[in-house]
């Protein structure tokens, strides 16, 4: 979960910055105030903060929690290594749109693409922001309602068969660490990371 909530933060950082490239060319959605979150989930990164969640829930369900929580900086230090790919995932859902059509704006689309993944994620009961994303898309980016519906749902599919490559690439390495194998050091690590056994 602490993983999930530093992703997001990135992307809200991200939107953030595409905010007045938006607003300049008309495009100020409603949608934007879910950014006000993002100084929110700053503090709530903060290792104090987390360690008196976990102790909370530990003495709420009365088990012991084992977790490791990061310092400050190196939850933010994460945050930031997650910016570039929400500026790929901007520029890959205009990349989509200009294929479609020469006007797009890619300040606007990358803003929008970036802020319809923050809203989706928001709206924790709608399944993988189903629909949320999409009309984010189309009040925020600019383009028409066809082009951007059709942004939408192109990127969408795009976005499901990367996930779907990663993870069968992904799971022989995975398979292999479980085993034991050594599947070399993580990035800030010292030593090869090595499964259970």
């Known amino acids: 979960a602490l993983s999930?909530?530093?992703?997001y933060l990135a992307a809200m950082?991200?939107?953030t910055a595409f905010v007045p490239f938006a607003v300049t060319g008309g495009g100020f959605s409603p949608w934007m105030l879910c950014l006000l979150a993002l100084p929110v989930g700053v503090v709530a990164l903060h290792h104090s903060v987390i360690e008196w969640l976990v102790s909370l829930v530990s003495r709420v369900t009365g088990?012991?929690?084992?977790?490791?929580?990061?310092?400050?900086?190196?939850?933010?230090?994460l945050?930031?290594?997650?910016?570039?790919?929400?500026?790929?995932?901007?520029?890959?859902?205009?990349?989509?749109?200009?294929?479609?059509?020469p006007d797009a704006s890619m300040p606007r689309v990358v803003f929008a693409a970036v802020l319809s993944w923050v809203v989706g994620f928001l709206a924790v009961p709608v399944p993988a922001g189903a629909g949320v994303?999409?009309?984010?898309?189309?009040?925020?980016?600019g383009l028409d309602g066809g082009v951007a519906a059709?942004?939408?749902?192109i990127a969408r599919v795009i976005f499901i068969a990367?996930?779907?490559?990663?993870?069968?690439?992904?799971?022989?390495?995975?398979g292999r660490r479980?085993?034991?194998?050594?599947v070399g050091p993580l990035p800030g690590a010292e030593e090869p990371v090595v499964g259970p056994g």
């Open 13 to 15: 950082f991200v939107a």
């Open 63 to 77: 088990r012991t929690i084992g977790i490791e929580v990061p310092r400050w900086r190196e939850s933010l230090t």
């Open 133 to 141: 994303r999409e009309a984010v898309l189309l009040a925020a980016s």
């Open 150 to 153: 059709a942004t939408a749902i």
């Open 162 to 174: 990367v996930d779907a490559v990663g993870g069968l690439l992904g799971a022989p390495v995975a």
């Open 178 to 182: 479980r085993a034991g194998a050594t």
């Open 4 to 7: 999930l909530g530093m992703l």
């Open 79 to 101: 945050v930031a290594m997650y910016i570039p790919t929400w500026i790929l995932v901007g520029g890959g859902t205009w990349a989509v749109a200009r294929a479609i059509t």
